[in-house]
């Protein structure tokens, strides 16, 4: 398994991408509104495409990597089937504040951000926040 | 001129091809990143791993600053990129919740499809409960109508707000992910 | 850090540092101040309403020109012009329109503003100020200089006004357009600009 690349060049690489995003569609990237999009039964969005892209590039980029493999990633102290109701719990309450936000770290923090958008500055605030608030209260999970 | 979106070089089908592709450059670079493995994500918030703040930090910096020269040279029009809106109150609490969530979960939406299609079941578990999130939104999305609608303030920056130019906007938040770097970096000193 | 990550650095801090020094963005004015140049008959000056034009007849800022930005970019400016753009109120979806540079690179006028808060300003600082019953001195001192260009631009001036009808901030509610409803003049305004689509994320 080859290790992972440094996360300053791997930034770079996904501002690379995202400028790319901007010059060809006029727009940055997302996450959220695919799941969305998905919900209402519509596959021909740009999210859902794009999307499907990410899966296919993380798909690829383990595969070339010796990373691809089955397993279910938590902390020391916790089950697999804890991991699950945490993952399938967090993703509920992210789910819920993406839409709130109308977009998520993707689309809020990064594509909106790198635009200066005032609401993507306040999310990113906020985001970083509560997670800190939020982290020793569920360590178990990850420590 | 770019974006040829919106000048007419690129029609709405040659649009919808490009995300795939984008999709693609994307989740490669999230996976090189280690950013589909939820514990170094998670380790941002016990500050043990900071490459979220690295990888977002960085890829903000290089997108906000490629798309503001590229305005500037006029190659990109800047004016006809999509900028999100702004809901002062939703987007903080939801930013907010998005945070807990993703402690909690340990991927973010995008990370999740990365970690899934390497392999990770927690990955298609974050997948299942963002779409019940969205689903309980949805049910609930009349009642909370007047609050999800509040403090709108449209398609604005934050140097609007401020009532400071563009660059300057751009120069603060250079330096802010700057000095963010050098702190990410000596705290990985002082736990070594 | 190896050199890789400082010349990366480098060139953000550089880049960045430039952008700060480097805007063709116009700044911005503030209602009283264009109303002192549009009394003093500052012939340089060149207002601009950036509205449909339904709604620039209705009501405009006195001495202002209808266009839309296809038009300022195509006006053959001199260079030693003061512009000012001006829309519904600044922060708003018609707020693309308003916060859109035109093409004044080249040869444009010498100096670009927007009214930042829009026509909304013009009017609760210009036209139609307002004192409430428990100002301050300092409002005191705002609105005996506002009445003055109420008086010669042809609005009325209130005092003894209760505070939630004096408009503060960005938030400018309470301020009435004299003319049709403003929730239609909203939509129009939404209308009157560049092709920014919405777009989930």
């Known amino acids: 398994m080859k290790r992972y690349s440094d996360p300053y060049l791997a930034g770079v690489g996904i501002g690379l991408v995202l400028l790319t995003a901007y010059a060809l569609a006029g727009r940055g990237l997302g996450a959220s509104g695919a799941f969305s999009s998905v919900l209402a039964g519509t596959f021909d969005d740009w999210v859902v495409l794009e999307l499907a892209g990410v899966a296919a590039g993380g798909l690829v980029s383990a595969r070339l990597s010796g990373r691809l493999r089955r397993a279910i990633e938590r902390g020391p102290q916790l089950t697999a089937s804890g991991r699950m109701f945490a993952a399938i719990g967090g993703g509920a309450v992210m789910g819920f504040g993406a839409k709130l936000a109308r977009g998520c770290t993707s689309g809020q923090a990064l594509t909106g951000g790198a635009l200066l958008a005032a609401g993507s500055w306040i999310f990113i605030a906020t985001c970083f926040a509560a997670g800190y608030a939020a982290a020793p209260v569920v360590r178990r999970l990850w420590r | 001129m770019m974006p040829l979106s919106e000048t007419g070089a690129l029609d709405p089908r ?44 960085s890829a903000l910096v290089t997108a906000m600053l ?50 899934a299609a390497a392999g990770r079941l927690d990955g298609l578990g974050v997948i299942g409960g963002m779409l019940l999130g969205v689903a309980s939104f949805d049910a609930v999305r009349e009642w909370i109508r007047p609050f999800y609608e509040s403090t709108s303030l449209g398609a604005v920056t934050f140097s609007d707000l401020a009532g400071i130019s563009r660059g300057a906007g751009v120069a603060i938040v250079t330096g802010i992910a700057l000095a963010g770097f050098a702190i990410a970096s000596r705290i990985e000193r002082s736990r070594s | 850090m190896t050199r890789l990550h400082r010349v990366l650095a480098f060139v953000a801090a550089t880049l960045g540092s430039a952008a700060a020094f480097n805007d063709a963005n116009p700044g911005y004015i503030s209602a009283p101040a264009l109303a002192d140049q549009i009394m003093r008959g500052d012939s340089t000056l060149r ?20 266009a839309t930005l296809e038009e300022l970019s195509r006006t053959p400016f001199t260079g030693s012009e003061t512009v000012v753009l001006y829309h519904l109120r600044s922060f708003d979806a018609g707020a693309a329109a308003v916060r859109a540079r035109p093409r004044f690179r080249l040869k444009g006028p010498r100096r670009v503003y927007l009214l930042r808060e829009g026509l909304y300003e013009w009017i609760a600082r210009v036209r139609e100020p307002r004192l409430a019953a428990d100002a301050s001195d300092a409002e005191r001192a705002e609105f005996e200089r506002a009445s003055l260009f109420s008086r010669f631009f042809g609005g009325v001036a209130r005092t003894n006004v209760a505070r939630s009808e004096v408009s503060t901030g960005y938030w400018t509610t309470g301020v009435q357009l004299p003319a049709a409803a403003s929730s239609t003049t909203e939509s129009n305004a939404r209308q009157a600009v560049l092709q920014v689509r919405r777009r989930g994320c």
């Open chain 3, 47 to 66: 207002v601009f309403d950036l509205r449909s034009l339904a709604e620039y007849r209705e009501l405009h800022i006195p001495t202002a020109t209808h």
């Open chain 2, 14 to 57: 040659g649009v919808l091809l490009t995300a795939p592709l984008i999709g693609f450059g994307f989740g490669w670079f999230l996976e090189r990143g280690g950013l589909g493995d939820a514990r170094k994500l998670t380790g941002q918030f016990y500050l043990n791993d900071l490459t979220v703040f690295k990888v977002l930090f």
């Open chain 2, 66 to 115: 490629g798309a503001f020269w590229l305005d500037r040279i006029g190659l990109l029009d800047l004016d006809l990129v999509y900028l999100p809106e702004t809901w002062v109150l939703p987007q903080a609490i939801g930013g907010a919740l998005f945070g807990v969530g993703f402690v909690i979960g340990g991927l973010c939406p995008g990370t999740s499809c990365v970690a």
